[in-house]
């Protein structure tokens, strides 16, 4: 696959406006996906491994936005593969596999990749 960037939620993510990783990633999407800024706000209770199943809040959040349930499967299969073989956060923290800087960058970059595949991506970040 093609190698990509993201959309840098990371600098979204305890940067000036200390968001928790679910929201970081919201903000970066938060053209193409139409997000509110309320909606930003009520992704805070999601971040540190509060999301429902305590999954990771970054994944969480790409859940939310890729209706597709197959397409959220290869998404959640290739983020698990990356963080140690999990996509809990708490069993992802104890690995050591990845940082929860390094699950917001996964997030990002398999989120824009599925975007890209997808045709869906907006013009303004070609």
């Not at 197959?70 to 983020?79: H, K, S, V």
């Not at 999990?86 to 104890?94: D, W």
Request: proline residues 0%.
């Amino acid at each position: 696959m093609e190698q990509t960037k993201g959309k840098n939620a990371a600098k979204h993510y305890h940067g000036a406006d200390q968001l928790n990783c679910a929201q970081a990633i919201l903000t970066a999407y938060q053209k193409e996906f139409n997000i509110r800024e309320d909606q930003i706000s009520d992704y805070k209770k999601y971040g540190g491994g509060k999301a429902e199943g305590g999954v990771c809040g970054a994944l969480y959040a790409i859940k939310t936005l890729v209706k597709n349930e197959d397409a959220f499967g290869n998404i959640e299969r290739a983020f698990s593969r990356i963080a140690g073989g999990s996509s809990i956060c708490k069993e992802i923290r104890k690995s050591k596999q990845l940082s929860c800087m390094g699950c917001v960058e996964v997030a990002d970059e398999l989120l824009y990749r599925y975007i890209k595949e997808n045709n869906t991506l907006n013009n303004r970040e070609k």
